[in-house]
């Protein structure tokens, strides 16, 4: 590289309205103009989000092109890391994480990153993309992740080489999220002022689990009938989830919102914030509800333990367990001053821990150590 500062090229699949993208383009903005110059690069459509990239100032190109489109995606990844030339390629995503690589090894990049997001296997690699992988081992210059418990998964599952991986923690600007409660937001749904709210983020995949939030909802509903349970998100699942509401007979109580562009004030108007996943890393959708200064009920997978300290910022309970998680969520809205107390420690420990500022430190340091060859090779996370 010829100096400061980096050209580093992010190439995703899309900005879909995820926890990995919506990591992506809270960080990108953080990055110092005078140490980075960033471009990103998504080999499908645009998504919801490809905007606030925009707005921040960031060069994005969508190629807008599909999964059967893999040839012609890779030809035009070649010629735009050629033009541009960047210094470091760092993809991240399922696509994006063979085509990135490979068109960054042909363009001739000397530096390849990939951004990992996940701590197992959610969708079964077949031989081929197991074997390519292997090739690209020794043209990956390093692999971040974003939970501690993701560095079982990537040396002793994936097989990647220790001293290239790196953890940073994922981070959330905490002044932009407002620690007071404002219920407007649930007028949409009928939701009376002094109801109680429990809410779930996050989009309507097989592994998030909704179907085990539905039925600890019922549970709730038992012992609470005008307690409502906001569901922010959409996906794949969703149909099959308003039938097992229509089911569990809690049709009435169950409010559908959709992807939503004002998570914080979503957040705002819940009093108790869940999580019901069977595989995480550390996820955006908890570290924004703490933030929020909301007390959280969470699945003990993967990095989430990382976060959310039991009894104190909330509980953790054990995934496909809906009736543990009831009672969790049952004893918060039984105590409202316990509740506000985890709470607000729940916010006191992102604007310690998780701060957006404090991830985007460590990701500079991490990628310009990498890049200027600079750092010594070792085994231990940076902190």
Not at 90 to 99: I, P
Not at 143 to 156: D, I, M
Request: charged share 25%.
């Amino acid at each position: 590289m010829s100096g400061y500062p980096i050209r580093a090229m992010f190439v995703v699949p899309l900005l879909k309205a995820g926890g990995a993208e919506r990591h992506l383009t809270t960080l990108l903005p953080r990055l110092d103009p005078a140490r980075f110059v960033a471009t990103v690069v998504c080999i499908g459509g645009e998504g919801d989000l490809f905007d606030d990239v925009r707005t921040a100032g960031i060069d994005a190109t969508a190629l807008n092109l599909g999964k059967w489109q893999a040839i012609r995606a890779l030809r035009e990844l070649i010629s735009l890391i050629r033009r541009s030339r960047p210094d470091v390629v760092v993809v991240s995503g399922y696509n994006a994480e063979t085509l990135g690589r490979i068109a960054a090894r042909v363009a001739g990049a000397e530096h390849t990153i990939m951004w990992v997001h996940n701590a197992s296997e959610i969708t079964p690699r077949g031989p081929v993309q197991r074997a390519v992988d292997r090739t690209l081992i020794r043209w990956t210059s390093g692999y971040f992740g974003v939970a501690e418990t993701q560095r079982q998964f990537l040396v002793h599952q994936r097989g990647y080489p220790a001293d290239k991986v790196r953890i940073i923690h994922n981070g959330v600007d905490p002044a932009l999220f407002d620690v007071t409660t404002d219920r407007r937001a649930l007028a949409e749904f009928g939701v009376g002022q002094h109801d109680p709210v429990v809410g779930i983020l996050g989009s309507l995949r097989p592994e998030k689990d909704h179907g085990t939030f539905l039925r600890a909802a019922r549970l709730v509903v038992d012992r609470m009938p005008n307690a409502n349970f906001l569901v922010v998100g959409d996906g794949q699942c969703r149909t099959d989830l308003e039938v097992l509401c229509r089911e569990l007979r809690i049709t009435a109580n169950v409010h559908f919102a959709g992807a939503r562009s004002d998570i914080a004030r979503m957040l705002r108007a819940i009093d108790v914030f869940t999580l019901t996943s069977t595989t995480e890393c550390l996820p955006m959708a908890l570290l924004e509800a703490m933030a929020c200064a909301r007390p959280a009920v969470c699945t003990a997978v993967g990095g989430v333990a990382e976060v959310l300290t039991d009894g104190v910022t909330g509980y953790l309970v054990p995934p496909r367990d809906p009736e543990r998680l009831a009672d969790r969520v049952m004893r918060l809205l039984s105590d409202p001053a316990a509740a506000r107390r985890m709470g607000r420690a729940g916010r006191r420990r992102v604007e310690a821990e998780f701060g957006l500022d404090r991830s985007a430190a460590a990701a500079q340091w991490a990628i310009e150590e990498l890049v200027t060859a600079r750092y010594e090779t070792r085994s231990g996370v940076h902190t």
